[in-house]
């Protein structure tokens, strides 16, 4: 009996054993907690998106496979309502690699980037929130928290140490003028590279979201920032980049009542002296070649701005306009037939209705005898990046900067190619050529 017992109880200790070897051998890492993340913030043709994730990993690794990783995002805010459909949710991971701190490929190294899947009916993805509210109208970005799991070492990434935004950190953010005794216009101002020779400027007005004392906002709201981008560039030979935020929104009158010229904005003429200032403290911007946009609100504003100094800008470029054409007089379309404007528009907007505004305005312009005039005029707004549909994805059809910001408008009125020089060209080939006589 005791050398029966004395074996059972070996045979115990033995599995006892074996057991804890399996757990040692199959178990998965300890879980580190509160290791952190490096978010990256892209403009994309519906507005900004978090794209990409880079993790701070504890040893070197030259291999990553994405299908080991979990991301879960949470957006709130203090200031703006958040529909509950769109406070938290999955985020699909559709790409790996082994990177740098900066997101950078690199065969070996410390750091993960995970590519994350983005949609323009994603909201999930969106570090911004539109708001219709008094207090926080607009766009206005959110707290937006990631936990990314590695679900084979249960290791967790849940803060986030830094931000990257392609394209918008090389605007200096940090501009401020004051138009008025103790009210200011916050801007963004991009800076090309020096080459010894004076460079135009183009300056962009946002549309009523992107009011405001941020302006991130307005160079992400709708992609501003492409402006600055090297394809964007290349046609100016190297360009200033403007982007000027109004406090409110620009055609609000003195009382805060939207007017669509029918009464004066209480901005415009801050906002010009603004640039007039800018150019005054950057001597080598090419005065013959100053450019002014937007739209929308902003394109009222372009379009109030050329009124105001017909003999100021080179051209205008203007999308959605939102002046309506009934609050503008013979006289005024006569002191600006000379000045080249390519209008952008679609047909189905339902906000700044085109046979309110920009047709009557570009057929007026035509009589009184307009040479340098363009209108791409579209159906809808569509997907150009055919990722989500192509021509069969509408966008909201108030949204036709979207042909601006990513140079793709190059059609006129009639539906043919616009020519310069006999060649067709975009609508940043063809504003790049227009001088100031």
């Not at 290791?35 to 998106?49: H, R, S």
């Not at 801050?270 to 800018?278: E, P, Q, R």
């Not at 707004?381 to 793709?408: A, K, Q, R």
Request: aromatic share 12%; hydrophobic share 35%; net charge neutral.
């Amino acid at each position: 009996m005791k050398t029966t017992h004395f074996f059972k109880c070996l045979f115990g200790t033995f599995v006892l054993l074996l057991g804890s070897m399996n757990m040692l051998a199959y178990s998965p890492q300890k879980t580190t907690n509160s290791q952190y993340y490096t978010l990256v913030v892209e403009g994309y043709d519906w507005g900004p998106a978090v794209s990409k994730v880079i993790l701070e990993l504890t040893a070197t690794t030259k291999a990553v496979d994405f299908k080991d990783y979990s991301v879960v995002a949470e957006r709130s805010s203090d200031c703006v309502e958040i529909p509950a459909s769109q406070k938290s949710g999955s985020r699909s991971v559709v790409f790996a690699y082994v990177s740098d701190n900066q997101g950078k490929r690199v065969a070996e190294g410390t750091y993960v980037t995970l590519v994350l899947g983005i949609a323009p009916n994603l909201p999930i993805g969106s570090p911004f929130q539109y708001s219709t509210s008094g207090k926080c109208r607009g766009n206005q970005w959110v707290n937006y928290q990631l936990t990314i799991t590695d679900t084979k070492t249960n290791n967790v990434w849940n803060k986030e140490k830094a931000r990257i935004r392609p394209l918008v950190d090389a605007f200096d953010l940090s501009g401020k003028y004051e138009y008025e005794a103790g009210k200011t216009m916050s801007f963004a101002a991009f800076t090309p590279e020096k080459k010894g020779t004076k460079s135009p400027l183009i300056i962009w007005l946002h549309g009523g979201g992107e009011g405001g004392t941020d302006p991130t906002i307005t160079l992400l709201g709708n992609k501003a920032a492409n402006y600055a981008s090297a394809e964007m560039q290349a046609y100016f030979g190297g360009a200033y980049v403007l982007s000027p935020q109004c406090p409110g929104a620009w055609m609000h009158n003195k009382d805060g009542v939207t007017t669509h010229g029918k009464e004066e904005d209480v901005y415009h003429t801050g906002l010009l002296a603004l640039i007039k200032d800018f150019v005054s403290k950057h001597p080598d911007i090419d005065p013959k070649r100053i450019y002014v946009g937007g739209c929308s609100n902003g394109g009222y504003m372009a379009l109030k701005l050329i009124l105001d100094a017909p003999d100021y800008f080179a051209a205008g470029y203007i999308s959605a306009l939102a002046y309506q054409s009934q609050y503008l007089t013979d006289a005024q379309i006569g002191s600006i037939k000379h000045v080249p404007i390519w209008f952008v528009h679609a047909k189905d907007d339902g906000v700044t209705k085109p046979e309110n505004t920009v047709v009557p305005v570009y057929e007026r312009l035509k009589k009184a005898g307009a040479k340098k005039l363009h209108f791409s005029y579209y159906d809808h707004v569509t997907d150009l990046s055919g990722f989500y549909g192509g021509e069969n994805y509408y966008y909201n059809g108030h949204w036709s900067w979207i042909y601006s910001h990513i140079n793709h408008a190059k059609t006129d009125y009639d539906g043919q190619p616009v020519k310069l020089n006999g060649r067709p060209v975009t609508i940043m080939e063809w504003m790049a050529a227009q001088i100031k006589k």
